[in-house]
């Protein structure tokens, strides 16, 4: 199974609070050339506009998660990687529903 990272372009807090938003740690193309460092197979860079802001967290899942990129579980939380491991400090397996 690819590993695949879901991540937004403008981050929520920049599309909420504009300016006023807290720096980035990193760019977009930096994170993908560390995510690719990590083995991660595929990432994908959702939009982050007003028709997202409206879906339900469910509608998410639903629409984009599961009939659109066909994910059988996910993670949900922080996960914070370190040289040694990963390591789930904050989330919950989804296995899909059937």
């Known amino acids: ?10 981050t929520p807090r920049e599309f909420f609070e504009g300016p006023a938003a ?5 760019r977009l193309r ?7 460092l990590y083995g991660v ?5 959702l939009r ?4 997202m802001q409206g879906m339900s967290a469910d509608e998410f899942v639903d629409r984009l998660l599961v009939r659109g990129l066909g994910v059988p579980t996910w993670w ?7 040289p040694a491991a990963a390591k789930a400090t ?6 899909r529903a059937q």
């Open 1 to 10: 199974m690819p590993a695949v990272v879901v991540t937004f372009e403008p």
């Open 22 to 26: 807290p720096s980035r740690l990193t």
């Open 30 to 36: 930096e994170k993908l050339e560390a995510l690719a």
């Open 41 to 45: 197979d595929r990432v994908v860079v």
């Open 48 to 51: 982050f506009d007003r028709r």
């Open 76 to 82: 949900w939380g922080t996960i914070s990687i370190s």
């Open 90 to 95: 904050s989330g919950r397996c989804v296995p």
